[in-house]
Structures are given as C-alpha cells and as structure tokens.
C-alpha cells in the first residue's frame, strides 16, 4: 500500500483560510455565464507532483475541501478518493487530474490556485493562493 503524503502549505503566518459563514447554505454555487465554471486551479508544477503521486496512489479523484482546523479556524485538505457525488461535489478536469470539490468547501475555495512550491529553505509543498482568505490579526 502506497501512502501519498501532501504537505499543504496553505497559509503565511497572517494569513488563514477565508472566513467565510458556514450556514450561509444558500450561497449561490461558483458559477459563469449560467454553467458551472472551475472552483480550483491547478499550476503545471502541481500537476507534475499531483501526476506522480496519483500513479501511486491509483485512485480517480483528487478531492480538496476546507475542513474545521478548530482553534485556528480552518485548514486546506488534500487527499486521492474514489468517490464523486455529483448531488454534493463539482467535478473539474485540470491537464488530467480530476479534481472533486463538495459544494461547501467550494464557498470557500472559489477561484483559489494550488502551486507546487520551494520556498528559500528548501520545503517543498503545496501552496494555496485563496482569493477568499482573509488576513487574521497579529
């Protein structure tokens, strides 16, 4: 069995995943033109780490979603699946990678671009560029 672990680096130290109302439910779903458009952009270079580690992991989907991080509010999760609900998830295509978003998550995720990237020591993750997020108080 294969483990594909994903270091998600989602958040400078200001900056936290959006602080959006959870039960705001009736939140018009991420839409353009009257169809449904992309909730999650993926760089060449995330698709290049994603590519790899899904040959590894052989399942279909890669499912991103915002969850409860608790105190610190939320946290960006990353994770191959096979399951996709189309009743409660978006499906997108990126350079073959099939993306599965749920509908809630993607209230937060709207338009957010998930990077492979090195920072100037030498980690190397997932890098969320989020729109929504907003800055948290020192």
């Known amino acids: 069995m294969v483990v594909a ?3 998600i680096v989602g958040c400078t130290a200001r ?3 959006p602080d959006v109302d959870m039960s705001a439910d009736d939140r018009p779903p991420p839409q353009q033109d009257g169809e ?3 909730v999650v952009k993926l760089t060449p270079a995330a698709v290049v780490k994603l590519n790899d580690a899904q040959r590894q992991d052989n399942r279909a989907y890669l499912r991103v979603a915002v969850t409860s991080g608790g105190a610190t509010g939320f946290m960006y999760d990353m ?3 096979d399951i996709f ?3 409660a998830d978006y499906l997108d295509d990126s350079d073959g990678i099939k ?3 749920d509908k809630r998550s993607a209230l937060y995720l709207d338009g ?3 990077d492979w990237r090195t920072t100037p020591d030498g980690r190397q993750g997932f890098h969320f560029d989020n729109p929504n997020a907003v800055e948290s108080e020192p």
């Open 85 to 87: 609900d189309p009743e």
């Open 112 to 114: 957010a671009t998930i």
């Open 79 to 81: 994770k191959f699946d």
């Open 5 to 7: 672990v994903l270091v």
């Open 36 to 38: 449904h458009k992309q």
């Open 99 to 101: 993306v599965v978003v």
């Open 15 to 17: 900056q936290s995943p």
